[in-house]
């Protein structure tokens, strides 16, 4: 099994000009490359660039800078406010999870404002009113009791990376249809007011896939919308496959072990925990024989939802448009927001979520930035809040 047992004859280097690389690889532009570093900040073009500077360690400095302005020309605050400030959310939150209800008389409050969203596009100011929930976890699979000699072994061991593949394609179909079982039994359709209201967003689904997405299409469940099914569908996606030898040349092993990490998002009124054990089921229903596979879970949220009849929404809408001089619109996002669910579960309270980020911050990847502008007139919006209040 070493590197140089098998019966090829050794590859000839000399005199060999590389050949180029396939037309089709020649069209795939190349990763953003951190250009400053992640944790010296870099302000250019009005941008700040660093590590978490758009998610969301600026946009939590608006909240505070809004606070000292008011204290510092006021000398005291129009409301009373309680700060809570938590660093956990993408590992999970197990914390804070678990301090909210503990505390339920020390956190009573009318609404929490939570600044940990965006804009629907530059200068237009947006509130949102919908979190997809999450699941994640691994899916672990175990076939040989050790890594086997594929010439000796293949075509009878089991191999846990095919039993993988095996598995997430019975999850989900090639057009984007999840498989499983009673996983959209529970999904509530957006009302047609919410759907009127996202069809007359300014939105250029072609401009969407090329400057934000950058690949050659578009995919997703047929007959829906980019919007339903980036905020009102749920989904699963694959973020890691491990297992096997992956390192420089090649080793013909068949791995005994191989594992993927996978979330799914969940929407109104689906249940994380029905939606794990569903989940698990159909992981189980799909396992080929020769092996065995388990769903470890991480972490889970519910989806929420917030009614933009609130008077504290409305208020939150009026000093975003006074400051930005545009209508605000009312969105929903993709992503989760666990403690938005928490609050309103242990504490009976609505989140005002006024965000401020851009779609082309590239929050989680390279290269993340927040525009200096929209920091500054996002301590405006909460200031002008709360003095409405």
Aim: proline residues 11%.
């Amino acid at each position: 099994m070493g590197r140089r047992r098998t019966l090829d004859p050794p590859p000839r280097r000399a005199h060999r000009s590389p050949r180029p690389p396939p037309p089709c690889l020649r069209r795939i532009p190349p990763r953003p490359r951190p250009t400053p570093p992640p944790f010296e900040p870099v302000i250019k073009n009005d941008n700040i660039y660093a590590r978490g500077a758009c998610d969301d360690k600026g946009q939590t400095l608006i909240l505070l800078a809004a606070l000292r302005r008011l204290i510092e020309r006021d000398g005291r605050l129009p409301c009373n406010i309680k700060v809570l400030i938590e660093g956990e959310e993408e590992s999970g939150g197990e914390h804070i999870e678990a301090y909210v209800p503990a505390h339920v008389e020390k956190l009573a409050a009318d609404a929490a404002v939570i600044c940990d969203t965006e804009m629907f596009a530059p200068g237009l100011p947006a509130l949102c009113t919908g979190l997809r929930g999450i699941i994640y976890g691994e899916i672990h699979v175990h076939g040989p009791a050790q890594d086997l000699h594929s010439g000796s072994y293949g075509g009878a061991a089991p191999n846990p990376l095919m039993a993988i593949a095996e598995i997430l394609t019975a999850l989900k179909s090639r057009d984007g249809h999840l498989l499983i079982p009673g996983f959209y039994d529970d999904v509530r359709t957006p009302s047609p007011e919410e759907l009127a209201a996202w069809a007359s967003l300014p939105f250029d689904e072609e401009h969407y896939r090329v400057t934000e997405v950058g690949s050659p299409a578009l995919t997703g469940e047929p007959g829906f919308d980019v919007f339903l099914r980036t905020w009102a569908r749920p989904t699963l996606e694959v973020h890691g496959i491990v297992g096997g030898f992956i390192g420089e040349g090649g080793k013909t092993v068949i791995p005994a072990h191989a594992y993927a990490k996978i979330s799914t998002r969940l929407v109104p009124d689906q249940d994380p925990l029905k939606s794990v054990d569903q989940l698990r089921a159909a992981i189980a229903a799909a396992t080929p024989a020769g092996v065995t596979a388990e769903f470890r879970l991480h972490h889970a949220a519910p989806p929420s939802v917030v009614d933009p009849s609130h008077p504290l929404i409305a208020k939150a809408a009026a000093a975003l448009t006074e400051t930005f001089g545009r209508q605000t619109v009312y969105i929903r996002s993709g992503g989760s927001i666990p403690i938005v669910g928490l609050f309103l579960r242990s504490l009976g309270i609505p989140s005002i979520l006024m965000g401020f980020g851009l779609p082309d911050d590239n929050c989680h990847s390279p290269n993340e930035k927040f525009h200096l502008p929209n920091f500054h007139q996002g301590i405006d919006a909460v200031e002008r809040f709360l003095l409405s209040l």
